[in-house]
């Protein structure tokens, strides 16, 4: 078990160094263009895989760091170029980590490479799980999915929302209800191969933030997939769904839902950390512009009024940055969240990056209110974090009911 530290050492310097001219040079002189454009950056995503970074060896050696530092680390420097980009270039991953978490090897082998593509020809993959009824709310999730044994095919239906890339990607990850008396533990993961007929792209939405990640619906009308698209394989789903029936026959499925929850909790860290770099590259931007705009003779920074808020924005980013890397270092650790410390650290992270782009639009007075800065569209990205991966109504929810012993439901 690696000791919690706060100290990156030489290998993860290099990488985050590496990171930052990415974001740096690539990134962040493309941000404004494609938030205009509405459109997914395929240049950027491009040069992100000649160098390395969009591809699923990259991200499993973040992954698989024993401090737990690599993903938030990642994602802090790749956010701090611009949060839509940024989601452009790191939302297969999370199509590519739902097969990696169910999939047989074979999947694995066969789907993964198909999401990514190549440097010249670069894919997208999305994961399907969000629906116009069922968003915190998964047990009401109505896409079904039934079982076609004399073809040995599943055959789809229902409409899902919110998703990342959702109709043009090249793979999809779709989850379906098998059992809908189980609720959660009723559903199944499966790959919708590129060109299967039956799916298609629904409404895309034009969003307040984040604008060069494409998200939209998608419609899951009469899909049949070979039962090899199961991610895990039947014998394991039919083993999965008997052990669920037992236990809700003698009243389990409480304590079956809070280790669904668990899975979820691991996840929110990076989240905070997208967050952590949307709010510090907001406060690096005022900080800037406070040393250098005078009024009344003097800089700005000297009026106290702005001082104090700098201190405030600062203290609130790295307060945020240590919660998220405390959930980091305890979820590659196995130490159990006996605090909700995942959500913890998604809730304070997302709640910071709204106030302090706040912050630094105030700062920046008129020029923050106009596109000529960047703080304008930073603020406007920030308002998703407290949105995806659980809102901050549902993490407050967790936080309280895992403090108190409540059930999770």
Same mark, same amino acid.
């Given at each position: 078990?690696?000791? $919690?530290?706060?100290? +990156?050492?030489?290998?993860?310097k290099e990488v985050r160094d590496w990171l930052?001219? $990415?974001?740096?040079?690539?990134?962040?002189?493309?941000?404004?263009?494609?938030?205009?454009?509405?459109?997914?950056?395929? %240049?950027?995503? *491009?040069?992100?895989?000649?160098?390395?970074?969009?591809?699923?060896?990259?991200?499993?050696?973040?992954? $698989?760091?024993?401090?737990? +530092? /690599?993903?938030?680390? @990642?994602?802090?420097?790749? =956010?701090? /170029?611009?949060? /839509?980009?940024?989601?452009?270039?790191?939302?297969?991953?999370?199509?590519?980590?739902?097969? +990696?978490?169910?999939?047989?090897?074979?999947?694995?082998?066969?789907?993964?490479?198909?999401?990514?593509?190549?440097?010249?020809?670069?894919?997208?993959?999305? $994961?399907?799980? &969000?629906?116009?009824?069922?968003?915190?709310?998964?047990? &009401?999730?109505?896409?079904?999915?039934?079982?076609?044994?004399?073809?040995?095919?599943?055959?789809?239906?229902?409409?899902?929302?919110?998703?990342?890339?959702?109709?043009?990607?090249?793979?999809h990850v779709v989850v379906a209800v098998i059992?809908?008396?189980?609720?959660?533990?009723?559903?199944?993961?499966?790959?919708?191969?590129?060109?299967? %007929?039956?799916?298609?792209?629904?409404?895309?939405?034009?969003?307040?933030?984040?604008?060069?990640?494409?998200?939209?619906?998608?419609? +899951?009308?009469?899909?049949?997939?070979? /039962? &090899?698209?199961?991610?895990?394989?039947?014998?394991?789903?039919?083993?999965?769904?008997?052990?669920?029936?037992?236990?809700?026959?003698?009243?389990?499925?409480?304590?079956?839902?809070? @280790?669904?929850?668990?899975? =979820?909790?691991?996840?929110? %860290?990076?989240?905070?950390?997208?967050?952590?770099?949307?709010?510090?590259? @907001?406060?690096?931007?005022?900080?800037?512009? @406070?040393?250098?705009?005078? *009024?009344?003779?003097? %800089?700005?920074?000297?009026? *106290?009024?702005?001082?104090?808020?700098?201190?405030?924005?600062?203290?609130?980013?790295?307060?945020?940055?240590?919660?998220?890397?405390?959930? !980091?270092?305890?979820?590659?650790?196995?130490?159990?969240?006996?605090? #909700?410390?995942?959500?913890?650290?998604?809730?304070?992270?997302?709640?910071?990056?709204?106030?302090?782009?706040?912050?630094?639009?105030?700062?920046?007075?008129?020029?923050?209110?106009?596109?000529?800065?960047?703080?304008?569209?930073?603020?406007?990205? #920030?308002?998703?974090?407290?949105?995806?991966?659980?809102?901050?109504?549902?993490?407050?929810?967790?936080? !309280?009911?895992?403090?108190?012993?409540?059930?999770?439901?």
């Amino acid at each position: 078990m690696a000791e $919690f530290t706060m100290e +990156l050492n030489d290998e993860q310097k290099e990488v985050r160094d590496w990171l930052h001219g $990415f974001a740096a040079d690539v990134i962040r002189p493309a941000a404004a263009e494609w938030d205009e454009r509405e459109e997914t950056p395929w %240049p950027v995503i *491009q040069e992100a895989a000649k160098t390395g970074i969009y591809s699923l060896d990259f991200y499993a050696q973040q992954y $698989f760091d024993p401090t737990g +530092l /690599g993903i938030p680390m @990642a994602m802090e420097e790749l =956010f701090w /170029g611009d949060a /839509g980009i940024a989601l452009s270039i790191v939302g297969t991953g999370l199509a590519a980590v739902g097969v +990696l978490a169910n999939g047989t090897e074979e999947q694995i082998g066969t789907w993964i490479p198909q999401m990514y593509g190549d440097v010249n020809d670069v894919k997208v993959a999305a $994961f399907c799980s &969000s629906e116009p009824d069922a968003g915190s709310d998964v047990a &009401s999730m109505r896409t079904r999915a039934v079982y076609d044994e004399a073809k040995d095919e599943w055959v789809i239906n229902g409409t899902k929302t919110w998703a990342t890339n959702g109709g043009i990607a090249n793979v999809h990850v779709v989850v379906a209800v098998i059992d809908p008396e189980l609720g959660s533990k009723g559903h199944a993961s499966f790959i919708i191969p590129p060109n299967t %007929p039956g799916l298609s792209q629904g409404q895309k939405f034009k969003k307040h933030g984040i604008r060069a990640s494409h998200t939209a619906e998608v419609i +899951l009308d009469g899909v049949r997939v070979p /039962g &090899s698209c199961l991610l895990g394989g039947k014998e394991k789903l039919d083993e999965r769904l008997a052990r669920a029936r037992e236990k809700a026959r003698k009243g389990g499925m409480g304590r079956v839902k809070n @280790a669904a929850m668990a899975t =979820f909790e691991a996840s929110r %860290p990076a989240v905070g950390a997208m967050a952590v770099g949307t709010a510090r590259a @907001a406060y690096e931007v005022a900080l800037d512009y @406070a040393k250098t705009r005078e *009024q009344f003779g003097r %800089p700005i920074i000297d009026n *106290q009024g702005v001082a104090f808020q700098l201190a405030d924005m600062r203290t609130q980013i790295d307060a945020a940055r240590l919660l998220v890397w405390r959930a !980091s270092w305890m979820a590659i650790n196995g130490r159990p969240f006996t605090a #909700a410390e995942g959500s913890m650290s998604k809730l304070f992270a997302s709640e910071t990056a709204k106030t302090v782009t706040a912050q630094a639009i105030q700062i920046l007075g008129g020029n923050g209110y106009t596109r000529e800065y960047p703080v304008e569209r930073m603020h406007r990205d #920030a308002a998703i974090y407290t949105i995806f991966e659980g809102t901050s109504e549902i993490q407050r929810l967790v936080i !309280s009911r895992t403090l108190s012993g409540m059930p999770i439901r």
